[in-house]
């Protein structure tokens, strides 16, 4: 079974850097899979900021690309997003998914999310 | 970027009714490349629909998407007490990955 867990600090200050974990079992993130981080401002959407493959290929939103940095350490079996220059728009729960087979699919597995507040 | 408009905002239905939901994107999108997501409070999303009318693993027949161009359905035959939540579709296949407003199905 499949499994994927998000970690990291539920409080950032504005103008700062949010760092979050992605925990990958059940699979190996050297698979052909991708491995994507999508995040949710409360009572809103879903918004893809980006993905990462085993070899280290990046694909990012373009519209958060100037401040998004997604990295993979595949002896952990885990993957990475920083976010910079935070502000208030960016709190919002984040979840990290998984793309099956290429890197455009959808997200068939999905981590349970972490809340992130952006606050002084 | 292709943007999805998803109606109506909210549907009030009872245990048993049916739910047709729509998605609409401001241009033409592949079929092969339209998912729907199931959401519930406090919960990630899950994967209901891929390719526009393929279900995804363990989800229950009751559960149909379709449509083709720039407009898709999903349909509940018969809504279930678990099926109230928010509803997303996602155009995918190329950047970038993008999702509907979302469809929330409350019970009335």
């Known amino acids: 079974q499949v499994q994927l867990q998000e970690s990291g600090p539920g409080l950032v200050k504005p103008s700062g850097t949010l760092s979050l974990t992605c925990a990958v079992s059940g699979d190996s993130i050297s698979s052909s899979n991708w491995w994507s981080w999508v995040r949710q401002p409360p009572g809103k959407t879903l918004e893809w900021i980006g993905q990462?493959?085993?070899?280290?290929?990046?694909n990012y939103n373009p519209s958060l690309k100037s401040r998004v940095t997604v990295s993979v350490d595949k002896s952990k079996n885990q993957f990475f997003l920083k976010l910079s220059s935070v502000t208030a728009a960016d709190t919002a729960v984040y979840y990290c998914?998984?793309?099956?087979?290429?890197?455009?699919?959808?997200?068939?597995?999905w981590g349970q999310g972490t809340m992130v507040t952006v606050s002084s | 970027e292709i943007v999805l408009t998803q109606s109506p905002g909210t549907l009030s239905l009872s245990p048993g009714e049916r739910a047709t939901l729509s998605c609409r994107a401001s241009?033409?999108?592949?079929?092969?490349?339209v998912a729907w997501y199931q959401q519930k409070p406090g919960q990630a999303p899950r994967l209901l629909i891929y390719?526009?009318?393929n279900r995804a693993t363990g989800i229950p027949d009751r559960f149909s998407g379709g449509g083709s161009g720039t407009d898709f359905t999903l349909t509940i035959s018969r809504l279930e007490p678990e099926d109230f939540g928010v509803y997303y579709c996602?155009?995918?296949?190329?950047?970038?990955?993008?999702f509907g407003g979302g469809t929330k199905v409350e019970i009335k």
């Open positions: 990462v493959d085993h070899g280290g290929s990046i």
């Open positions: 390719g526009a009318s």
């Open positions: 241009q033409s999108v592949n079929s092969a490349f």
């Open positions: 996602q155009r995918y296949g190329s950047s970038p990955l993008t």
């Open positions: 998914a998984r793309n099956p087979n290429f890197d455009w699919n959808a997200f068939d597995i």
